[in-house]
C-alpha cells in the first residue's frame, strides 16, 4: 500500500524515475480497488447499460493522472522517453512492447532522466 500511496503523492510527477516494484504495485492496488468497486457497483445495481459502473468510473477518471505520471516516470527508468507511449495507439503490438519495456530492469547508476531509484529507497 505504500508504493501505492507514494504514486498518489507524486500525481504530477512526470519527470524522475519509477523502479518496477513501485509501478506495479500501483498496478495490483488499482487492480484490486478496480475489482471490488466493480462488486459494490454490480451488487448496489450502478452499472450502466454498457456493463461499466459508475464507482469504477469515477475511480478510473481520478486515478488516470496518477497512472499516466507513474507509467512516464517507469519508461524514464529503462532510459526511455515518455513518446515511446505513443505505441499505445497501435493496438495489441504497441501494448505489448510498453508491457514488455515495464518488465525490464531499470539502467542501474544515474540516466539522462536522474538518479537510480534503487539506490535512494
Not at 507514494?6 to 523502479?19: C, E, M, S, T
Not at 487492480?31 to 466493480?38: A, K, Q, R, S
Not at 515495464?102 to 544515474?110: L, Y
Request: net charge positive; hydrophobic share 50%.
Amino acid at each position: 500500500m505504500d508504493w501505492y500511496l507514494k504514486v498518489l503523492r507524486n500525481y504530477i510527477g512526470f519527470g524522475g524515475r519509477a523502479r518496477r516494484k513501485e509501478y506495479w504495485m500501483f498496478i495490483l492496488v488499482n487492480v484490486i480497488f478496480t475489482l471490488v468497486l466493480g462488486i459494490i457497483d454490480k451488487m448496489l445495481g450502478w452499472q450502466r447499460a454498457s456493463g461499466e459502473g459508475i464507482l469504477t468510473t469515477i475511480y478510473g477518471v481520478l486515478i488516470f493522472l496518477p497512472w499516466w505520471a507513474v507509467q512516464f516516470r517507469r519508461l524514464h527508468d529503462t532510459d526511455r522517453s515518455a513518446w515511446w507511449l505513443l505505441l499505445l495507439i497501435i493496438p495489441i503490438i504497441g501494448w505489448l512492447v510498453i508491457i514488455i519495456f515495464n518488465c525490464q530492469s531499470g539502467t542501474p547508476g544515474e540516466n539522462r532522466f536522474g538518479a537510480d531509484p534503487k539506490l535512494n529507497s
